[in-house]
RNA sequence: GGUCCCAUCUUCUAAUGGUCAGGAAGUCGCUCUUUCAAGGCGAAAAUACGGGUUCGAUUCCCGUUGGGACCGCCA
């Protein structure tokens, strides 16, 4: 009995863009499943096309992932391997798997198009795969343009995929794919081939959009001798239209979700969500459980909308058991740079609110007071003498209570023991407006308790003046 | 157009031959309540269609319909 090889995913990003929701997701589900196989996970930059990598969305995808808590194990950028690639072309250029090619784009674009309008597979017609050595070396030596195309056989293939099962191609409808532009600029499917064979990767797991790329690289892996990795393909993140994810529709970034003040841990658990569920029913995981029961085969096969709202749920529900100190960590970017919230601030607002990006509205009155119409001190069909006859009882009471009692359990207590059972929006209303200038607010004493004795006191007479004014 | 993939409530999904088809989000109602939330309780809501196979199909097979992805000298 040989031993398994150990496990080795990667996550292959081009960074051509800002790291996008499918592709944190396809990285995700790539390092729960070396996290839960005990292999490596490994992040492989695919800046092959040197028009569009940018350095900043290397960054971007490292910040991305580094946030999510997706800690890779190896590192490698394509550009910085050339020559690996050009061995494995020279090789394979030797052993006569690969061709020099002369035709031009314009010469194949219309033979796309004469074949597209016939009905027919756009293909290749391998025109340049029989010249002769000496033709090949005369048109290379007279610097003709040309690129190397890989003869592709024709048969059926057939590979297992882990989450869809057997998918079987007809390579003959291929055509002979182009796999390098020159020795020294080796194409996606050609550069992936190579790297999976060398970093001895044994399970590619990526997008439904790969899946008709899977032929040629299996194809391409046999000739170099390589035995091609297992293959899952993840189901694609949808519209609400039911298309492929886009900026139509939603923000697409990662970074964008970042800003608007989403927790790592609930954007870990949507996206797990978004076509994987454990065995029972649980409505929100960490990554450490999710890791424990992870597991390809229960990967869903069809494309999930992204659907914000149960983002927001799960963001909410992590917010609010979320220690206040890490809450206050959280929230401080969020805030302008003099705002500090205290613990009974945190305790008041994170049931509250749903995203961080939402806070500063929220808790904005704490430092300073909005300015409010004295109208707003009316509960229901009060007067302004009643307000201010309320307010005033209020006054005292707080004038009474010294500032360590200041909790908010204590306060509800001390007041309730005071006022009695009925009526009590005659005095809470008016005081929790007093406090706050709000419509809508966490609870007086809630308030009370994080503003302290003088703060309190002070708002509340400013109240009384606004309530006398009118 | 060709190839491939897919199909359970509005959404994410559970149930792989026998369940009143379950959960969660959302929606609505009730409750709690000084406001807004949160919380508690409850309701409406699905196996796309047609054939098989079987004592019995959400589940297995075939077809139809619908949707999607891919068809670059991008990745």
Same mark, same amino acid.
């Given at each position: 009995?040989?031993?398994?090889?150990?496990?080795?995913?990667?996550?292959?990003?081009?960074?051509?863009?800002?790291?996008?929701?499918?592709?944190?997701?396809?990285?995700?589900?790539?390092?729960?499943?070396?996290?839960?196989?005990?292999?490596?996970?490994?992040?492989?930059?695919?800046?092959?096309?040197?028009?569009?990598?940018?350095?900043?969305?290397?960054?971007?995808?490292?910040?991305?992932?580094?946030?999510?808590?997706?800690?890779?194990?190896?590192?490698?950028?394509?550009?910085?391997?050339?020559?690996?690639?050009?061995?494995?072309?020279?090789?394979?250029?030797?052993?006569?798997?690969?061709?020099?090619?002369?035709?031009?784009?314009?010469?194949?674009?219309?033979?796309?198009?004469?074949?597209?309008?016939?009905?027919?597979?756009?293909?290749?017609?391998?025109?340049?795969?029989?010249?002769?050595?000496?033709?090949?070396?005369?048109?290379?030596?007279?610097?003709?343009?040309?690129?190397?195309?890989?003869?592709?056989?024709?048969?059926?293939?057939?590979?297992?995929?882990?989450?869809?099962?057997?998918?079987?191609?007809?390579?003959?409808?291929?055509?002979?794919?182009?796999?390098?532009?020159?020795?020294?600029?080796?194409?996606?499917?050609?550069?992936?081939?190579?790297?999976?064979?060398?970093?001895?990767?044994?399970?590619?797991?990526?997008?439904?959009?790969?899946?008709?790329?899977?032929?040629?690289?299996?194809?391409?892996?046999?000739?170099?001798?390589?035995?091609?990795?297992?293959?899952?393909?993840?189901?694609?993140?949808?519209?609400?239209?039911?298309?492929?994810?886009?900026?139509?529709?939603?923000?697409?970034?990662?970074?964008?979700?970042?800003?608007?003040?989403?927790?790592?841990?609930?954007?870990?658990?949507?996206?797990?969500?978004?076509?994987?569920?454990?065995?029972?029913?649980?409505?929100?995981?960490?990554?450490?459980?999710?890791?424990?029961?992870?597991?390809?085969? !229960? =990967?869903?096969?069809? *494309?999930?909308?992204? /659907?914000?709202?149960?983002?927001?749920? %799960?963001? +909410?529900?992590?917010?609010?058991?979320?220690?206040?100190?890490?809450?206050?960590?959280?929230?401080?970017?969020?805030?302008?740079?003099?705002?500090?919230?205290?613990?009974?601030?945190?305790?008041?607002?994170?049931?509250?609110?749903?995203?961080?990006?939402?806070?500063?509205?929220?808790?904005?009155?704490?430092?300073?007071?909005?300015?409010?119409?004295?109208?707003?001190?009316?509960?229901?069909?009060?007067?302004?003498?009643?307000?201010?006859?309320?307010?005033?009882?209020?006054?005292?009471?707080?004038?009474?209570?010294?500032?360590?009692?200041?909790?908010?359990?204590?306060?509800?207590?001390?007041?309730?023991?005071?006022?009695?059972?009925?009526?009590?929006?005659?005095?809470?209303?008016?005081? !929790? =407006?007093?406090?706050? *200038?709000?419509?809508? /607010?966490?609870?007086?004493?809630?308030? %009370?308790? +994080?503003?302290?004795?003088?703060?309190?006191?002070?708002?509340?007479?400013?109240?009384?003046?606004?309530?006398?004014?009118?």
């Amino acid at each position: 009995m040989t031993e398994k090889p150990r496990v080795r995913v990667r996550f292959a990003p081009s960074p051509t863009g800002w790291l996008h929701i499918g592709g944190a997701r396809t990285a995700l589900f790539n390092w729960l499943f070396a996290k839960s196989q005990k292999g490596d996970f490994i992040l492989r930059i695919e800046d092959t096309d040197k028009e569009r990598s940018k350095p900043e969305f290397e960054e971007d995808i490292k910040t991305g992932l580094t946030w999510l808590g997706l800690n890779w194990d190896e590192l490698y950028r394509q550009s910085e391997r050339v020559e690996d690639y050009r061995r494995y072309l020279e090789d394979l250029l030797r052993q006569g798997w690969l061709y020099y090619c002369f035709c031009t784009k314009e010469e194949l674009e219309a033979e796309r198009q004469a074949m597209m309008a016939q009905g027919l597979a756009p293909k290749y017609s391998s025109r340049c795969r029989n010249l002769s050595k000496e033709e090949v070396e005369k048109k290379l030596a007279q610097g003709e343009p040309s690129v190397l195309r890989f003869k592709v056989a024709e048969t059926k293939l057939t590979f297992k995929d882990l989450i869809r099962g057997s998918i079987t191609f007809d390579t003959s409808l291929i055509g002979d794919i182009i796999v390098a532009r020159n020795l020294d600029e080796p194409l996606y499917n050609f550069a992936v081939t190579v790297d999976d064979a060398l970093m001895r990767i044994t399970h590619v797991i990526r997008g439904e959009e790969h899946i008709s790329n899977t032929p040629r690289q299996i194809l391409l892996a046999k000739a170099m001798g390589a035995e091609p990795p297992q293959f899952a393909h993840l189901p694609l993140i949808l519209n609400p239209d039911r298309s492929k994810m886009s900026k139509r529709f939603s923000d697409t970034a990662l970074r964008d979700y970042v800003k608007a003040g989403y927790t790592k841990d609930a954007m870990v658990n949507f996206l797990t969500y978004l076509g994987w569920h454990p065995k029972e029913d649980k409505d929100a995981m960490t990554a450490e459980e999710i890791i424990k029961e992870f597991d390809l085969k !229960r =990967v869903q096969k069809a *494309g999930a909308i992204f /659907s914000v709202d149960k983002l927001d749920w %799960l963001n +909410a529900h992590y917010l609010k058991q979320m220690p206040p100190d890490v809450f206050m960590k959280l929230a401080q970017p969020f805030l302008l740079e003099n705002w500090k919230l205290n613990e009974a601030m945190v305790r008041a607002v994170r049931g509250r609110v749903e995203k961080l990006g939402d806070l500063k509205e929220l808790v904005g009155f704490y430092f300073e007071m909005p300015d409010y119409k004295p109208e707003l001190l009316k509960w229901q069909e009060m007067t302004f003498e009643q307000v201010v006859e309320n307010l005033e009882k209020a006054s005292v009471l707080i004038a009474d209570l010294s500032e360590a009692k200041f909790e908010e359990k204590a306060l509800e207590d001390y007041f309730f023991e005071r006022i009695g059972r009925e009526n009590r929006g005659e005095m809470l209303w008016p005081l !929790r =407006v007093a406090l706050s *200038g709000k419509t809508a /607010s966490p609870g007086p004493f809630e308030i %009370l308790a +994080a503003l302290g004795k003088e703060e309190s006191l002070k708002r509340v007479e400013k109240a009384v003046s606004k309530a006398k004014i009118d």
